[in-house]
């Protein structure tokens, strides 16, 4: 890895970024503070019916609904047969305001028994809501995964939905712009993930604080647009305010033929429009960062952050290694919650439950990698397991594939869609000092119930480790019989 700084005063020629922010600025503010245009806007049960809730409490009404989205992912219940309620405790008013409030303003609502619904950051590239060139923001910090299709996306906080739905612009502060190049080709079992994780354990988890990163280089085009969504994903992990990939051939191939993108002829017209998206030569960025793809390997955290990440196959570093990356302080914290030493190996680590699901790695291709792993195989006693499809239509699809029973075969539960154990909110979780592996995209204490402890890592290495019982390397699997 390789990093330098500029001087990012000058600002021509553009970057990708700042050529959409750009081209949606209405008004210079105070200082680096714009008011930009929203193209699109998309809700989820858990904030966005407080939105609308405030905004009638304001006697305003939704500027542009049918530029509005709102899906039920968030607190909803995954278990086969679900209702159309939640398992949360007090829950059931997030679901009903939603539905009440977008039935009121005319907004599309994907509910639980709509064919459309799913996590919002996998249902809007699903439905061809976001778009190459299009701004679009939501309340959940993980929007910045749809900036995979060349798209400026951030996520807010309910007060701006407010404000967005009333307007259809936000007050931002400019953030600066950040390159990661990655060049090469990823080795056997390295995914999008593990190069993620890779990323975030060198720069930190403030790596990019108040910048817009656009990942590049021959890596990044190798990635197909679901491993372009985890990648960008996880880039709010090192605390960016966006990610961003130029769109390209890739790009367009998954978006043609999607229920909200454009038809024949207009379609044709956008293809030429969306060419032209590309950062400019000559562009200046405040930091750019290189990385040797050939150096990643499958990847496993062994504490209470994702920059807390190591290759599968070394042990928990000793403080002294970390260059100043984590303090002492949050060092020892780690180690005394996740129960782990230093210089002890994570594999062999024996674990609890295995989790597949969220909006990181919930994909139709992450299920058909993970079902390749598994399939033939069985889950170790003891061990729970679970899979979450990102989508009703992943559901529907990895059905028709028959990958549902290849994951109940190996022991697997197979879930509705929803974001259900990503985080602890939907009234169910795992159980204190458990140890869980999981494709989720954060670590933190808690996050997947009360004193859980989650290593983060891809599908392949959590259907491996639900396999063997222990944390285990995809790659070495006993072979079948």
Aim: proline content about 5%; glycine content about 10%.
């Amino acid at each position: 890895m390789t990093s330098v700084a500029n001087d990012a005063a000058d600002r021509r020629p553009s970057t990708l970024a700042g050529l959409i922010w750009d081209a949606h600025v209405i008004a210079v503010l105070d200082g680096e503070t714009d008011l930009l245009a929203v193209d699109r806007l998309l809700l989820h049960e858990r904030t966005g019916g407080v939105a609308l809730m405030s905004l009638d409490a304001a006697n305003r009404t939704v500027a542009a609904p049918a530029q509005v989205f709102a899906t039920m992912d968030h607190i909803v219940d995954t278990f086969p047969g679900r209702s159309d309620d939640t398992l949360m405790p007090a829950g059931k008013a997030f679901l009903t305001t939603l539905r009440e409030g977008t039935r009121k303003h005319g907004i599309t609502l994907f509910d639980l028994h709509d064919p459309r619904q799913g996590i919002v950051h996998v249902i809007s590239p699903e439905q061809g809501i976001v778009l190459p060139g299009l701004t679009l923001a939501c309340p959940d910090s993980h929007t910045c995964t749809q900036g995979a299709f060349g798209a400026l996306a951030w996520g807010i906080g309910s007060t701006e939905a407010e404000h967005a739905l009333a307007t259809m612009t936000l007050r931002v502060e400019r953030p600066d712009d950040m390159r990661i190049t990655i060049e090469g080709r990823l080795g056997t079992g390295v995914t999008a993930k593990d190069l993620a994780l890779h990323i975030i354990r060198h720069l930190g988890s403030g790596g990019a604080k108040r910048h817009i990163v656009e990942f590049a280089g021959t890596t990044v085009r190798m990635l197909d647009m679901e491993g372009r969504m985890t990648l960008c994903n996880m880039a709010t992990e090192l605390a960016a305010f966006g990610a961003i990939i130029a769109p390209d051939e890739t790009t367009f191939a998954y978006l043609e033929g999607r229920p909200y993108a454009p038809k024949a002829p207009m379609w044709d017209a956008a293809v030429a429009h969306w060419r032209t998206l590309a950062t400019q030569d000559g562009a200046l960025f405040a930091a750019e960062h290189r990385f040797d793809a050939s150096e990643v390997a499958p990847m496993i955290t062994w504490g209470t952050s994702p920059q807390h990440s190591v290759p599968l196959d070394q042990t928990v570093p000793v403080f002294e290694v970390l260059d100043g990356t984590i303090g002492r302080a949050d060092y020892d914290r780690a180690l005394a919650y996740m129960d782990v030493a230093p210089g002890s190996s994570l594999g062999g680590l024996p674990v609890d439950a295995a989790f597949i699901g969220s909006c990181t790695n919930s994909r139709i291709s992450d299920l058909r990698r993970a079902a390749a792993i598994l399939k033939g195989r069985q889950v170790a006693p003891g061990v729970r397991a679970i899979c979450v499809p990102g989508s009703t239509k992943v559901k529907r699809d990895a059905e028709a594939e028959g990958l549902d029973a290849i994951f109940r075969k190996a022991g697997f539960e197979w879930r509705e869609a929803g974001c259900s154990m990503c985080f602890f909110a939907g009234g169910e979780s795992f159980g204190a000092k458990q140890r869980v592996v999981s494709s989720t995209n954060r670590n933190f204490e808690s996050r997947q119930g009360p004193g859980t402890r989650t290593h983060i890592a891809s599908p392949e290495t959590v259907a491996a480790s639900a396999i063997a019982g222990a944390i285990a390397d995809p790659r070495y699997l006993d072979p079948l019989p």
